[in-house]
């Protein structure tokens, strides 16, 4: 998760530099794409969740998520920001959804990586047992 955070990130900052070049509303864009960047890092949690069978868990999540992103647009309930433009309260929906998603995925996360590391053995045994590779 660090290094696609890290890679999107990487990413993320070199379009907001091309992208400050073209428009003058910096902070408006520096807010969508630190949100695009958090959703990014939901997605790939999500994506690792989903392949261990736990899509509804995901979909409650993203509910919430868009709930927070609607209250906040349209009210200013004393927990969420006030006055939020729109990027903002798509930042703030990003996160709830990132936050729901890491305090569940640790276990599924681990899975993953065993799971990597297991296919990268199980090639190498293939090779040394005399399979080859194919083309």
Do not use: P
């Not at 006055?83 to 998603?101: D, I, K, N, P, Q």
């Amino acid at each position: 998760l660090a290094r696609y955070a890290l890679i999107l990130a990487a990413l993320s900052l070199a379009s907001l530099f091309l992208i400050l070049r073209l428009d003058q509303n910096g902070a408006y864009l520096t807010t969508t794409l630190l949100a695009n960047w958090v959703l990014g890092c939901a997605f790939f949690i999500g994506f690792g969740l989903i392949s261990q069978n736990r899509i509804g868990m995901v979909t409650k999540f993203a509910a919430v998520a868009l709930v927070v992103h609607l209250l906040n647009l349209t009210t200013n309930v004393g927990f969420l920001v006030q006055g939020a433009t729109e990027a903002s309260s798509y930042l703030l929906a990003c996160l709830v959804f990132t936050f729901f998603l890491l305090s569940v995925a640790r276990s599924a996360l681990c899975e993953i990586r065993n799971y990597s590391y297991d296919l990268h053995l199980s090639r190498s045994t293939h090779v040394l047992q005399g399979g080859g590779v194919q083309g």
